[in-house]
């Protein structure tokens, strides 16, 4: 089969277009050492304990790849991007949330957060990505770890993930409370909270 018939196996979603990659952010980008990276998994948990991940468990767990686009909400969408880290299955499991605990808020290391699903959260193509191309993340991409969720709208991720923690409640992150979709899942196209 020729190249050009091969079927695209990253059609743009409904309501976007392709743009090349420019990390965008609210504030300054942190400079976050490396080997003080922590993970802080906390809230509802099943045995009520507060679990910090730092790089050591991070790098014990199975490395993955992983391509996907990153779809922001405001209609771009990068070309596909190799992602690497673990699968956040993998870290919810090592930390598991309490019976009915079933919303998840993600903080960043300064100021930003994004509440997500549960079952979103344990995606097999959801990431705590640490590598893209091949390549270990720049500051502005994220690094040390960057929360990334490809079939959900680029907000839900984290760049410079810091918090995990579970709620029987969604939380309003900073673009949940600016109006944008609790759940934001890009096939629906959930952009706005008011489309219900
Ligand atoms: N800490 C933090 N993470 C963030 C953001 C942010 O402002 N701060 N913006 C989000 C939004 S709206 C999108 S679309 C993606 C953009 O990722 P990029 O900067 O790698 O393109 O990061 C998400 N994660
Ligand atoms: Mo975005």
Redesign the pocket.
């Known amino acids: 089969m020729a190249l050009a018939d091969a079927p695209d196996a990253h059609p743009l979603p409904p309501g976007q277009h392709e743009t090349s990659?420019?990390?965008?952010?609210?504030g300054r980008v942190p400079r976050l050492d490396v080997a003080g990276w922590r993970l802080t998994i906390g809230g509802q948990t099943e045995d009520g304990s507060l679990t910090v991940l730092d790089r050591e468990a991070l790098l014990a767990l199975p490395w993955v790849e992983v391509e996907a686009r990153?779809h922001?909400?405001a209609r771009m969408s990068?070309p596909p991007l190799r992602w690497g880290g673990v699968r956040m299955r993998e870290v919810v499991d090592l930390a598991p949330p309490a019976e009915g605990a079933g919303h998840v808020l993600l903080a960043?290391a300064?100021g930003?957060a994004a509440c997500v699903a549960l079952a979103d959260l344990v995606h097999p193509d959801s990431l705590l990505a640490t590598h893209v191309d091949g390549q270990p993340l720049t500051p502005?991409?994220?690094w040390p770890g960057r929360v990334v969720l490809p079939h959900l709208?680029?907000?839900k991720?984290?760049?410079?993930v810091a918090e995990l923690t579970y709620h029987h409640q969604p939380q309003l992150g900073w673009?949940e409370s600016h109006g944008y979709h609790p759940r934001a899942l890009v096939a629906q196209e959930e952009r706005f909270a008011h489309q219900g």
Do not use: I, N, S
């Open positions: 990659w420019q990390p965008v952010h609210y990153l922001c909400v990068t960043a300064r930003y502005e991409q994220g709208y680029g907000f991720g984290p760049k410079w673009w």
